[in-house]
């Protein structure tokens, strides 16, 4: 199945349908998610667990939006034709600030001595949303052994944020199956096909392994850190979803 | 054995059918008491799938370990109307005579000790399971009795000396379990209940016939979300495939309900009477029970009744000579998971995958088990319908009330004199019942088990069914004496070990819940904590990804809005101006400790605030 149409030009015979997101009418193709119609009509919905490339999970939630008033996860929801979708507004807003605070809160995410920072995904949602009240909510503080058997690669569950990105670039892309889900509810973690790291065939052309496929610092490459001074790493120039929105300037 | 051929013989009996995953490593719990890293290695190359995804199955569901566990296993049920029994001296005992905590094996490899969420017999609480066998109504005499005979190398079976009413003393049941049958209605329970004539009256109709008759009949989903059960037949039937599936949904965990237990025990022909018109209705040939892990005990008996309509042509090819429709069944056993009673999650555990619920649409009707249409449907629904088909649509509608039509099986448990099975018309008074199960002092009455509602006295008046209280038909009652943030606490401890966690709210939010509850009832709690509550459970409620987590926040909700009394008397503003969560003596105790001086300011000693 392919996904997020960069365009709509070849799916001509494919039935095309309008609904709106905020009051504004938007194009999409009978079939698209609402995040990937969104996508195309150059309306970002922020977004954690869901990647270009990869098949949607809607496990992070950061996507809800309202359709018809009912909220659903927009990278899995189908859009109908004209529904009526919300998607900036204050009360979404103030969800997808209580679900990026969950996440910051249920790891250890400690973002000045973290190689992630400044091409974290968790961090440029938690700018998004201002998420500066720090004590809202408690600190679960996890204590999971660091995985540093592999020579290249290094896995830091601590500041896991479930999103399974790995795992299905691995499975999927990779053909590998390196990670899955072990454990349930909030022991639920990513495992590795193996003991540790070192006893799997992962290797640094991976795509699990490529720096954009995990969001946070969970999966770090080892001997590569802090590469850019701060002011030009990635999110400081382009936060995500710079490149959807760009899309509605030149549609236009 | 060792580990490579207890595998090979597990993979060999399922026929290294990946979708049996669960049947597979349930052999390998049962001959190795453990699903080890070599386990499990193993178990991947035998299906050639990857030991990861082995790993999450083991480590998903709760009756399998990585873990060697005991050649016995007490699993005692904690849930909060065993505790209210007396489960937690019964657990003292149980340490004191085994000499092991919960959560740890013997070193000799005897016995392991766990605590378990509600096991289905909150009737006869507290009540635990031995392996796979049930004890009932237990007390910490009795516990030091069971322990002293496990000890002295008892089997499990052989703790049972009495057996209960019906079919629990049948041969292949064997359970110190009793029906508690309260009251019996028209539909389900009545003494009476002919088989197999809803069979034949339904192969006299076609198939689309049958579904018209169950959607007249205004049959709505027995579990509690009230959908439309022939509106289902229809869907299901009406999308084109060349296989469909129809699953009777048995995995009954939600708190306090125990139902189906009943019904499994004493009403399974007309179950699967009811699976085989269903599958009918749809074009089903294939049938799943899915059996809770729990109800383990009841599974050879029901394995000899399938058994028994296969050899009288009402299971199989050709039934009852129809010459046009053959259907069979087979029982899924569950391994300890709640949310496996979520449709879609019930239909992964099906394929051997970890219980999570899939993404809907579609939904399974469309797409279920395997990618074909499937219809999940409750015990108590597929019961009902033999008894449509035998006296009719409109026999059924003159039970209950205008939008909830027939009667309903309630669980009542708690503080009440006679905890059971009531079957009831739809349109019953709580008060009414309460009455009728002897409840001298109700003051909650959790209606519909945790994912329910919570009522207080002011409630009493409301009615079961679709228009008012919804419900699968846990009552569990609740005297004055009890602590309601206890029972909030309980039920949130529920949520958080049965979330799967795949998505966010359900997940972490849970158990930011829970803290700031406790917080409250150790009183450390602030006004602003119950806005706090209310913002985070309407998060929850709002972006979570199936019924657990919608569900999660409602214990909090709704104990909020009907005992803002006994909240207000909890949490107070502290007069310091500190916060109310901030225990300066605790903080500063780690300083002395360190400095190994006292504070001027803090210690009472000194003429120090003593806050």
Redesign the interface.
């Given at each position: 199945m392919s996904r997020h149409h960069e365009s709509s030009g070849q799916e001509d015979s494919a039935a095309r349908i309008s609904f709106t997101i905020d009051g504004e009418t938007c194009a999409a193709i009978a079939g698209q998610t609402i995040m990937e119609a969104a996508d195309g009509a150059g309306v970002y919905i922020p977004r954690l667990c869901d990647e270009e490339g990869l098949d949607p999970q809607g496990s992070c939630r950061v996507c809800t939006v309202k359709v018809n008033g009912r909220p659903v996860a927009s990278c899995v929801h189908p859009v109908g034709a004209g529904d009526v979708v919300e998607n900036d507004t204050a009360e979404i807003r103030g969800w997808r600030r209580d679900l990026v605070r969950m996440l910051f809160h249920e790891g250890n995410h400690l973002c000045p001595i973290c190689e992630a920072s400044g091409r974290c995904e968790l961090q440029a949602m938690g700018h998004r949303f201002e998420t500066f009240e720090a004590d809202l909510f408690p600190y679960l503080q996890p204590v999971r052994p660091v995985d540093a058997s592999h020579p290249d690669i290094m896995l830091d569950t601590n500041r896991c944020i479930r999103c399974g990105r790995c795992i299905r670039a691995s499975r999927d892309l990779d053909g590998k199956h390196v990670f899955g889900y072990v454990g349930r509810g909030i022991n639920k973690r990513v495992g590795v096909n193996g003991i540790d790291l070192s006893h799997t065939d992962i290797d640094l052309d991976d795509m699990a392994a490529a720096l954009e496929t995990c969001p946070v610092g969970c999966i770090i490459r080892k001997r590569l850190g802090f590469f850019s001074p701060i002011g030009r790493r990635l999110f400081d120039m382009t936060p995500p979803g710079t490149a959807i929105q760009k899309r509605k300037g030149n549609s236009k | 054995m060792d580990t490579k051929s207890v595998v090979r013989a597990a993979c060999a009996k399922y026929g290294s059918d990946r979708d049996r995953l669960i049947d597979i490593l349930w052999e390998i719990q049962r001959a190795s008491r453990h699903i080890n890293?070599e386990g499990m290695e193993e178990v991947a190359a035998a299906l050639g799938i990857?030991?990861?995804?082995v790993?999450?199955l083991v480590?998903?569901y709760?009756f399998f370990s990585s873990t060697p566990k005991g050649r016995i296993t007490i699993r005692l049920c904690n849930d909060i109307i065993d505790r209210h029994a007396g489960a937690d001296a019964v657990g003292q005992a149980l340490v004191g005579a085994l000499g092991i905590g919960f959560g740890e094996t013997s070193g000799d490899g005897a016995f392991s000790l766990d605590h378990t969420s509600c096991i289905g017999l909150s009737d006869q609480a507290p009540a635990a399971l031995i392996n796979d066998v049930v004890v009932t109504n237990l007390t910490p005499a009795k516990a030091r009795d069971l322990a002293e005979l496990i000890k002295q190398g008892a089997s499990p079976e052989e703790l049972i000396s009495v057996t209960g009413d019906g079919n629990n003393s049948h041969p292949l049941i064997h359970a110190m379990v009793s029906n508690n049958i309260r009251l019996r209605g028209a539909v389900l329970l009545h003494e009476e209940i002919p088989t197999e004539k809803g069979l034949a009256a339904a192969l006299a109709m076609t198939p689309e016939q049958v579904a018209g008759e169950v959607t007249d009949a205004g049959l709505r989903g027995r579990g509690g979300a009230g959908f439309p059960t022939g509106r289902k037949l229809t869907l299901a039937r009406g999308f084109p495939a060349e296989r469909r599936y129809l699953v009777a949904n048995a995995d009954e965990g939600e708190p306090g309900t125990f139902k189906d237990r009943v019904l499994l025990t004493e009403r399974a022909d007309l179950l699967f009477e009811g699976m085989t018109i269903a599958a009918y209705a749809i074009g089903a040939a294939h049938g799943i029970l899915y059996l809770r892990a729990e109800y383990a005990y009841l599974r050879e008996y029901l394995e000899d009744v399938l058994k028994k309509r296969r050899d009288a042509g009402l299971l199989g090819g050709d039934i009852l000579g129809s010459n046009r429709f053959s259907f069979d069944i087979r029982i899924q056993l569950g391994a300890g998971?709640y949310i496996c009673g979520e449709e879609s999650a019930l239909i992964s555990s099906c394929e051997g995958l970890?219980g999570e619920p899939k993404?809907r649409?579609p939904f399974p009707v469309e797409k279920g088990y395997m990618g074909f249409p499937t219809v999940v449907s409750n015990v108590e629904s597929l019961c009902c319908i033999p008894r449509i088909m035998d006296m009719g649509s409109k026999w059924f509608g003159a039970f209950g009330t205008e939008e909830s039509h027939g009667t309903k099986l309630l669980s009542v448990s708690g503080d009440c004199g006679k905890p059971g099975v009531y079957e009831v018309p739809f349109g019953l008074k709580i008060e009414e019942l309460l009455q009728m199960a002897e409840a001298l002092d109700p003051a909650i009455v959790q209606v519909g088990g945790p994912s329910g509602e919570m009522i207080g006295r002011g409630d009493f008046h409301r009615r079961i069914g679709f228009e008012d209280l919804s419900t699968g038909g846990a009552m569990m009652v609740f005297c004055a004496r009890r602590n309601v943030l206890e029972i909030v606490d309980a039920f949130l401890e529920f949520f958080?070990?049965?979330?799967?966690?795949?998505?966010?709210?359900c997940?972490?939010?849970s158990?930011?819940l829970r803290?700031r509850i406790q917080r409250i009832m150790n009183g450390a709690g602030e006004r602003s904590d119950m806005s706090?509550l209310e913002?985070?459970g309407?998060?929850i409620t709002?972006?979570?990804?199936c019924g657990l987590g919608v569900s999660a926040p409602r214990p909090v909700i709704h104990s909020m809005r009907q005992f803002p009394l006994v909240y207000a008397s909890l949490v107070k503003e502290r007069k310091d101006g500190l916060q109310p969560g901030f225990d300066i003596q605790r903080g500063l105790d780690i300083a002395r400790k360190i400095a190994r001086r006292q504070s001027m300011i803090y210690d009472p000693r000194f003429g120090g605030k003593d806050e």
């Open positions: - | 890293d990857h030991r990861v995804e790993e999450g480590t998903f709760s998971a970890r993404n649409p958080i070990d049965e979330s799967c966690g795949y998505c966010t709210p997940r972490v939010g158990v930011f803290e706090y913002a985070l309407q998060t709002a972006t979570s990804r």
